[in-house]
């Protein structure tokens, strides 16, 4: 109802709900000399009035609080998510750490942006700022891409830029040039993308997990089962820290 009108009325009850006992209470006989069908409308107008009145008055109190609850909620939500941003930055730093790779050692969490539907950086340990930092990928371009596939049952992908070579990369991953070349330029000399899914249904991807160094596979150690394993972990850790806190539905 239009505040305006919903104003007007309550006006209008309240003077009925005066009005109405006024009448009541005029020179003793002038009531009881009324129809009895004239007596029963006033007195059921000034019954209604009243209801009506008790009726706005209630239900103006419960939308305000029913506001406040929605902005408590609100407020809880994104302190909420602003922890888990906090925390999920802090569970990448600490699987770079876990690797124990001399040399630089970068971890990110791609999601796919609702309005281009391409996937890109959300959360990084040690990427902010690189030339590949803010680079987009369409589902199944890229290593993130093609880790997260159809967005059912993604796959683990790993990479050493050096033994496949440029050519290849940029074929298989279907790469553009520019990507390729950032990449390149932010140091990377080998990958692992593992795909996030729903802690409560596996088959369903939702993120992925980037991990890159600046050192090839016999220091990375990308291309072994102990490393897989160790993405794979923190891959469900991180996939139920952002379901629970509503970062992913």
Partial sequence: MPTRLKYFLKIL?????????????WPVGWFDSLQLGYRIAIISLGLVSIAYSTYWTEHDKTKELQDQVASIKQKLDEANKKFAGSYL????????????????VRAYIYLKDSTTGKLKV???HLMEGDPDYDLEFAINHGWAGKSWGTGIEGKQIWCDL????RARIIREYEFT??????ITAAGVKSVLFTPITKPNNPDIVVAVLGIDSDKPYQESHFDTDQTHYKALLKAYLLGKVMIDTGIIQ
């Fill in 13 to 25: 009850l309240a003077l009925n709900g005066v009005i109405v006992p006024v009448l009541l209470a």
């Fill in 89 to 104: 930055r802090n569970e990448l730093r600490n699987l770079a750490e876990e690797l124990s790779i001399s040399g630089k």
């Fill in 122 to 124: 959300d959360y990084e």
């Fill in 162 to 165: 050096k033994k496949m070579g």
């Fill in 177 to 182: 040039a520019g990507q390729f070349r950032r």
